[in-house]
């Protein structure tokens, strides 16, 4: 190659292509330097050609793409969402973060109903894209994650049973329930009162029933360790399951089969029971509570739990700490027994007062799903391709995979409430931008982003933590 053609040349060169020619032109100048000018304007006249042809073939190729770049739009992070990607439909990519459980279906029982955001193994189980789109990222990305919540209606029962594939982690929005836990091998059944604020654990498989004891309907929140669907079993379905024979022998009761015999199975669904005659049927309940270290275990007050205060919101968590300097002995109970129970989530509070914001951060070791208790406001999910913002409202749930950087902003007069679950037993790992910018040496920060040292001073420090801030 000419190097003297090229420098000659250089500012001309709007491609490679280009170059090419100039450089080829250029050394046929020398032999005549008379049309000079000629050729100048020749080889401008062919750069403004092949830029124009470029620049048509780019915008053209672009404007095709336009419409598949709606589902393409995915995070750097998700190699693991090709199954949204390969979805060719046009679901806003909000909806890998998004669930609105409101419009959601409503599984309806004599004592109450229930509603999911969650993974459906069949897809026609789905109500709708933005549905689908949801569940199939809980799933992809191995989450841990399904959202449930239960409504019961006064003097109602969830009836007890067990979940063969997930622990259990409930917030009692509203209402008083009487609880009761059944763990291996059943010599003590564990029961209490929870009320609104307070949290319930039932790990994997112990028997569990909720009854409601108050005059208004109970309202749970109701997290499940796993991104499968739920696999649950009532005590009444494997009752009327077993054969009658073998009932009679296992329970000895007096009348034998003919006692077990004059047990029916309920046409409807009692999930969430309430008959009709339960006057008749219930004479003399009573509401015992165990005492506190079988409560503690799968109980925890996080409504009168210690508060983290910042500028602009509180945080309040049901998790585990290793020493426990802050816990009370019975929260020591719940945090040792959470710890001791694989897969187990933590659970929390976040408030953000009006115009507040939760910077933006992520999570070392958790994925985080979260409801919308009260309030509205923008949630951002940051990405190198984009952020990937949205509105949120009172029953919406959120997701967002571990490592994602994300931020919350309250944008109502009310303050906005969250409930958050975490998908991890131990202590939650977390990095706010605030803290990596300011941990991160001002020269390399200088270097990197091509401004003199001296900028980066300008970037305060502050002695309160600015986790959720307030300007
Ligand atoms: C009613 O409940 C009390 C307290 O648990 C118990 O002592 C009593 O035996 C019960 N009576 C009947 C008829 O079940
Ligand atoms: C639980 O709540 C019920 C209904 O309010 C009440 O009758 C019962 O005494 C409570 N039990 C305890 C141990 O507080």
């Known amino acids: 190659m000419d190097n003297s053609a090229f420098e000659i040349h250089e500012d001309g060169a709007q491609n ?24 100048f304007l020749m080889c401008l006249l062919a750069c403004f050609i092949t830029t124009a042809i470029g620049v048509l073939i780019v915008s053209l190729v672009y404007v095709n793409s336009q419409p598949r770049l709606n589902v393409q739009l995915q995070p750097a992070w998700s190699t693991r969402t090709t199954a949204v990607l390969n979805v060719q439909k046009a679901v806003d990519p909000k909806f890998q973060f998004l669930n609105h459980l409101p419009k959601s279906k409503v599984f309806e029982f004599p004592g109450g109903a229930i ?28 989450s841990q994650m399904t959202l449930g919540t239960l409504r019961i209606k006064s003097k109602g029962l969830r009836a007890p049973h067990w979940h063969f594939n997930a622990n259990e982690h409930g917030y009692l929005v509203q209402g008083t329930a009487w609880i009761g836990v059944v763990d291996d091998g059943g010599e003590v059944a564990t029961t209490y009162n929870v009320t609104a604020g307070q949290v319930i654990f039932f790990p994997k498989n112990t028997l569990h029933w909720v009854k409601n004891v108050g005059n208004e309907d109970c309202f ?55 008959p009709h005659n339960l006057a008749e049927l219930v004479m003399n309940a009573s509401y015992v509570q165990s005492p506190d270290n079988l409560v503690w275990r799968y109980f925890f007050d996080l409504k009168g739990s210690k508060e983290y205060r910042f500028p602009g919101g509180v945080i309040q968590m049901a998790h585990y700490l290793k020493n426990g300097n802050e816990l009370s002995n019975n929260e020591k109970i719940f945090s040792e027994f959470l710890n001791e129970h694989e897969n187990a989530l933590s659970l929390s509070t976040l408030r953000i007062y009006n115009n507040g914001l939760r910077q933006p951060h992520f999570h070392f070791n958790a994925n985080e799903m979260g409801y919308v208790l009260s309030g509205c406001g923008k949630v951002g999910i940051i990405s190198t ?36 679950a975490f998908s991890t037993r ?13 941990a991160t040496a001002d020269h390399i920060l200088a270097q990197l982003f091509l401004r003199k040292q001296s900028e980066f001073k300008k970037i305060p420090k502050f002695k309160e933590d600015q986790a959720i801030n307030l300007p």
């Open 220 to 274: 749970f929140l109701l997290f499940f360790s796993t991104h499968d669907e739920l696999q649950t079993l009532d005590v009444d379905d494997v009752f009327f399951s077993t054969p009658e024979d073998i009932a009679s022998r296992s329970l000895k009761p007096e009348g034998g089969v003919n006692f077990i015999r004059k047990f029916h199975k309920q046409t409807e669904d009692q999930g969430i029971n309430l």
């Open 115 to 142: 509603q999911w955001a969650r993974y459906r193994n069949n897809i026609k189980d789905y109500v709708s894209d933005e549905e689908e789109a949801f569940g199939t990222s809980l799933n992809s990305q191995r």
């Open 385 to 420: 391709q984009g952020t990937v913002e949205f509105n949120i409202h009172i029953g919406d749930v959120i997701f967002f995979p571990i490592g994602t950087q994300h931020y919350i902003k309250s944008t109502c007069d009310e303050d906005l409430l969250f409930i958050l």
């Open 426 to 438: 131990d202590k939650l790992q977390t990095l706010d931008m605030d803290d990596y910018i300011q």
């Open 16 to 39: 490679t292509r280009s170059v090419g020619k100039i450089s080829t032109i250029s050394r046929m100048e020398k032999k005549k330097p008379w049309s000079l000018m000629k050729i």
